[in-house]
């Protein structure tokens, strides 16, 4: 039960940092537009990583003390993860 609520607060986190991202990018002005457009990315986000992070095993504990393998394969699973959204946001806006 405990690794299903560490995996759904990091598909939360997941899911709000493109907005974090875009509020950053724009001085903190606030557009619905602009959220509209990356909604579709955000949901590819969080389902790349709703699978990923279960496969790579990322999400069974909270890591006290991490040592450089668990910290390789964190910064992969997330390197993937966005590179799969990204491919997958793409895919499904501009080849339309």
Request: aromatic residues 10%; positive net charge; charged residues 10%.
């Amino acid at each position: 039960m405990r690794k299903y609520i560490i995996l759904l607060v990091d598909l939360v986190w997941v899911g709000l940092a493109p907005a974090a991202a875009l509020l950053l990018r724009n001085n903190f002005e606030i557009s619905i537009g602009w959220f509209q457009d990356i909604a579709p990315y955000s949901v590819a986000s969080v389902g790349v990583a709703a699978v990923l992070f279960p496969t790579a095993g990322i999400n069974r504990s909270i890591w006290q003390y991490t040592s450089l393998g668990e910290v390789l394969r964190i910064a992969g699973a997330v390197a993937l993860a966005i590179g799969l959204a990204v491919c997958l946001a793409f895919a499904l806006n501009r080849l339309d």
